[in-house]
Antibody, heavy 121, light 108 residues
Framework: QVQLVESGGGVVQPGRSLRLSCIAA????????MHWVRQAPGKGLEWVAV????????YYADSVKGRFTISRDNSKNTLYLQMNSPRAEDTAVYYC??????????????WGQGTMVTVSS | EIVMTQSPATLSVSPGERATLSCRAS??????LAWYQQKPGQAPRLLIY???TRATGIPARFSGSGSETEFTLTISSLQSEDFAVYYC??????????FGGGTKVEIK
């Protein structure tokens, strides 16, 4: 069964750190670029970051650039999001998402269930 | 960054009626547009990609059309399970990938 399972969310104080994980199953993880998308409470979807298949290329939304780091371990079928210096506005459900194809991007067809991150003192 | 604008914000429709949702891009995205459905407490579900191609398992009552800057998602005959929030997403020029603000389809 193709699935993504996130973990690592919780309450974090502003300025501290948190690492989210996303374990993939049921497909060849190393063949796909992987993304993080977030959704603040009651708000819409916001793309956060992407890593290439081998982890050599990474891109970020301006809102998290310089604070968050996306990475992956293909030997463990796991995607990560290291959140440093989080702010209150980073409070959201964080989803990992897989593109439809392992080549050209055409949307996300596989999503995790999401993990909630609350940034609060 | 390409800005995606969806309208209306809320659409009230009776079961069995047609729903038409709009999405506009601030610049051409060609046909590089997807639509998602999201229900409360759930992850989004991909409905349409390439502006008009239904994703695997999506019923034929969902159809997408448009190109360049104007796009439409049509639900031909609303079922009870279709009441949800719908998002468009452009991927023609990224990063960043950008989403519209969403349209909530509610029961009239």
């Amino acid at each position: 069964q193709v699935q993504l399972v996130e973990s690592g969310g919780g309450v974090v104080q502003p300025g501290r750190s948190l690492r989210l994980s996303c374990i993939a199953a049921g497909f060849t993880f190393r063949s796909y670029a992987m993304h993080w998308v977030r959704q603040a409470p009651g708000k819409g979807l916001e793309w956060v970051a992407v890593t290439s298949k081998d982890g050599s290329n990474k891109y970020y939304a301006d809102s998290v650039k310089g604070r968050f780091t996306i990475s992956r371990d293909n030997s463990k079928n796991t995607l990560y999001l290291q959140m440093n210096s989080p702010r209150a506005e980073d409070t959201a459900v964080y989803y990992c998402a897989r593109p439809v194809w392992f080549g050209e991007f055409d949307g996300f067809d596989i999503w995790g269930q999401g993990t909630m991150v609350t940034v609060s003192s | 960054e390409i800005v995606m604008t969806q309208s209306p914000a809320t659409l009230s429709v009776s079961p069995g009626e047609r729903a038409t949702l709009s999405c506009r891009a601030s610049q051409s995205v060609r046909s590089n547009l997807a639509w998602y459905q999201q229900k409360p407490g759930q992850a989004p579900r991909l409905l349409i990609y390439g502006a008009s191609t239904r994703a695997t398992g999506i019923p034929a009552r969902f159809s997408g059309s448009g190109s360049e800057t104007e796009f439409t998602l049509t639900i031909s005959s609303l079922q009870s399970e279709d009441f949800a929030v719908y998002y468009c997403q452009q991927y023609n020029k990224w990063p960043p990938i950008t989403f519209g603000g969403g349209t909530k389809v509610e029961i009239k």
